[in-house]
């Protein structure tokens, strides 16, 4: 099964966020624009990072408006996001992925056969203060579905050996915006699930 390496930008559309994007976008399967900006700041980053960036690895959060607006093609929604059946219906050329936090989240996402789910902290986070990190039985039960589910929170070049095989790969903030961590990390995740 191929590993997914998910990339989700810090919260401010920087010049830096995208040239980070752009250095290691053959390194990643996607990036997950998590803006906490304007629609007009978020359509004008796309519309800049379209000219050196592909097109098919830009992942809008949560937002259809911004999706089509730019001519996209891959959504990610949050798990509350009451919508996302008749999205896909309405949709289907769509690629939809999603974040979830319990079971029955991510068995509706794969019952909807989302292109992957997102699901975490595994581990802790400064991300996430004093809240501590999943537990260990839900992450084997929402692993054992038949869907891809992409790992969250905490994964570093210390943590990446605790990581569940059963994972379909990582995503990250921090992790992504250092290249030579990212790629150690990658390397270490990709010799792990070979040889499981």
């Known amino acids: 099964m191929k590993q997914l390496f998910i990339m989700i930008t810090p919260s401010i559309p920087s010049t830096d966020v995208m040239h980070q ?21 978020i359509i004008d980053f796309i519309n800049r990072l379209c000219l050196s960036f592909p097109k ?29 059946k008749t999205f896909i219906n309405n949709h289907p050329e769509i690629i939809v992925s999603q974040s979830v936090h319990s079971l029955s989240s991510a068995q509706q996402a794969e019952a909807l056969e989302l292109s992957f789910i997102l699901f975490g902290h595994i581990f802790p986070t400064t991300s996430k203060p004093g809240l501590p990190p999943r537990a260990h039985d839900l992450s084997i039960d929402i692993t054992n579905l038949n869907i891809p589910v992409v790992a969250l929170g905490g994964i570093n070049s210390s943590t990446i050996n605790k990581l569940n095989t059963k994972f379909s790969g990582v995503a990250g903030i921090r992790l992504f915006m250092n290249t030579q961590e990212f790629l150690k990390v990658k390397k270490e995740w990709l010799l792990r699930t070979t040889i499981s």
């Not at 994007?21 to 700041?41: A, H, Q, T």
């Not at 830009?58 to 509350?80: A, D, Q, S």
């Open 21 to 41: 994007m752009i250095n290691i976008k053959d390194e990643i399967d996607g990036v997950i624009l998590r803006f906490e900006s304007s629609e007009e700041e």
């Open 56 to 84: 098919d690895k830009i992942i809008v959060h949560n937002n259809p408006k911004i999706l089509f607006k730019c001519g996209l093609h891959r959504i990610h929604f949050k798990e509350n996001y009451s919508n996302i």
